[in-house]
């Protein structure tokens, strides 16, 4: 009777340890609409993270920009060669 529950014992252990053994080789399991909607996410917040950059600028910086800009045109046409 002991060697038979024994056994048992050691079997159900050896089932345990067998069933780590193919967990670790799985992959893991995910949901493809919340991945999708995780990466929808990241994307979005990149593309506002570039809106944020591009257009949230006072209004002192806009026209300091353009300005610069118009500047570098001016000195553009100052330098061409006229034939």
Partial sequence: MLSSLAGRARGYA???EK???????????INLRTARKAKARTDAATTAA?????????????????AEA???ARMLDGARIDE
């Fill in 50 to 66: 570039q809106s944020r950059a591009l257009h949230g600028r006072t209004l002192a910086q806009k026209r300091s920009d353009r």
């Fill in 19 to 29: 069933r780590k053994r193919l967990q670790a080789r799985m992959a893991e399991i």
């Fill in 70 to 72: 118009e500047r570098q």
């Fill in 14 to 16: 050896g089932w345990r």
